[in-house]
């Protein structure tokens, strides 16, 4: 059975005392992942990961990944996508490496089994009337049997009270299926993402756009030449793109100093393939487009390489600061996976709701000052320990760790012009 505390330990300084607060969703069956009319998954489904770091009763990092899955017969491809990771600046010790804590939770969440999501999966749709089940509430149940349920539930308490198995999928795959791996990201500095006005902390440290991507492609290299994770064989290789940027500059300047193999270019498809191949991610200026180009009928006419020459025009990349679009693909190495937690140690949410209610004790408060980190921790350290989980405090085992020094977030001129290398 795998913890995450363990894993963490060896990302954290000797002896100081942190507390880990992982939160897992409920694994969803979704109506499509790639655009929904060539789809050719026999299922689809997707769950998510949040992760928030205290220390001194102060939260001081979070990391948000949702992980997709596109179930074949003998084969499933797994998508991560690393939506947010954010700092606020409110961490007393300066031998925290936040590149080693995301290294870390990305290769703990590369070694969870599929097998882990699917054998839960909260179905698209429900037919209650064959289930004949008495302890739900759908939208046709009659106030007063689904009062008398809901007080049933506050008596019992969260412990007492369960979803029957019935009203879930359980998705079988044979024993010797492939797992491809692909983990996807765009980089991009902002004041914050997941901490409201932590960017008016003047002790909160950003990178520039072009230190940004530098810091991610070491983290998701050092997970390519794994071998622990990947099988290194012609289709283990990690992909980079700049849009707006020429080739040869961003090999020269961000690509040949990487020990695995990499290239420049998009992970989903070939340049002259249609965008059919490229998924919807959850607040991504790459869906942003495509949605765009579905409301505008323009959709089935763009090619790959079309959308990459049009998207540089779009807000997110035109603001005079590097915006960096990383993949890195592989054959998953499953002798290394494991399908079992520690379940004394995170939370399991057992609704989409209870996810993003535990999450918005983190995203929801403001950063300003102190105060919003202290106020964060309390609020997950009630629930975790309301949820009897009471393994969540790691203390460092790393004796290495240097200070990292951060400069700060590049100034955004929107008058600058940025010119392509000739």
Aim: proline share 3%; with cysteine.
């Amino acid at each position: 059975m795998a913890s995450l505390q363990e894993f963490l330990k060896e990302a954290l300084p000797e002896n100081e005392t942190f507390e880990v607060f992982h939160l897992v969703s409920p694994t969803r069956e979704i109506k499509g992942f790639k655009y929904r009319k060539h789809n050719q998954s026999d299922f689809v489904a997707k769950a998510s990961h949040f992760l928030a770091i205290a220390h001194n009763n102060k939260v001081f990092f979070a990391i948000d990944i949702n992980v997709y899955f596109e179930v074949l017969k003998n084969k499933i491809e797994r998508t991560i996508f690393v939506s947010k990771a954010d700092t606020n600046g409110y961490l007393d010790i300066k031998t925290v490496k936040i590149s080693s804590i995301v290294e870390i939770f990305l290769r703990f969440i590369c070694k969870i089994s599929p097998l882990y999501y699917l054998k839960k999966v909260i179905p698209l749709s429900r037919n209650y009337k064959r289930l004949k089940l008495s302890n739900v509430i759908t939208k046709k149940t009659k106030t007063k049997i689904g009062l008398r349920e809901l007080s049933r539930r506050a008596v019992a308490g969260k412990q007492g009270y369960s979803i029957v198995e019935e009203t879930y999928k359980n998705i079988q795959i044979d024993g010797d299926y492939e797992l491809l791996t692909n983990i996807s990201m765009f980089t991009r500095p902002e004041p914050h993402y997941l901490f409201t006005d932590s960017g008016k902390n003047p002790n909160k440290h950003c990178l520039q756009g072009d230190k940004l991507l530098k810091w991610w492609l070491r983290i998701v290299d050092n997970l390519l030449i794994d071998d622990l994770l990947f099988k290194h064989n012609s289709y283990c290789q990690g992909v980079v793109s700049i849009p707006g940027e020429e080739s040869a500059f961003i090999t020269s300047r961000y690509v040949k100093s990487l020990a695995g193999s990499w290239s420049v270019g998009f992970l989903y498809g070939n340049p002259s393939d249609s965008l059919f191949k490229i998924p919807f991610f959850n607040d991504d200026p790459k869906t942003r487009f495509l949605r765009d180009l579905i409301d505008e009928d323009k959709y089935e006419k763009y090619s790959i390489e079309k959308f990459w020459v049009d998207i540089e025009v779009r807000q997110e990349f035109r603001a005079g600061v590097v915006v960096g679009v990383i993949g890195i693909k592989g054959l998953s190495n499953q002798n290394a996976l494991f399908t079992n937690l520690a379940d004394d140690s995170f939370i399991q949410c057992i609704s989409k709701q209870e996810y993003k209610r535990y999450k918005s004790y983190v995203v929801g408060e403001e950063y300003e000052s102190e105060e919003g980190a202290c106020d964060s921790r309390d609020n997950l350290y009630h629930q975790w320990t309301l949820n009897n989980k009471k393994n969540f405090t790691v203390i460092g085992k790393n004796t290495n760790l240097a200070k990292t020094v951060l400069k700060e977030t590049q100034k955004v001129n929107t008058l600058t012009i940025r010119k392509k290398t000739r």
